[in-house]
């Protein structure tokens, strides 16, 4: 399965957004993507820190 990087690359190279690939039922809402973006940025290690705490915070809802 590619990942969303290879999936943004595809995107962009035919001029669409993730969304325009996934079609009209799917849609990312712009601070997603900004959150995927800053993500992309993070160590192994942040990563799973940061899925730990999103984790704990589902918990409490």
Do not use: W
Not at 25 to 38: G, T
Request: net charge negative.
């Amino acid at each position: 399965m590619p990942s969303i990087d290879k999936l943004s690359s595809i995107c962009t190279a035919l001029e669409i957004s993730l969304g325009d690939f996934f079609g009209q039922e799917y849609h990312l809402y712009s601070d997603i993507i900004q959150l995927m973006d800053n993500v992309k940025k993070l160590t192994d290690k942040e990563r799973q820190y940061l899925n730990t705490f999103i984790e704990e915070i589902l918990k409490r809802n």
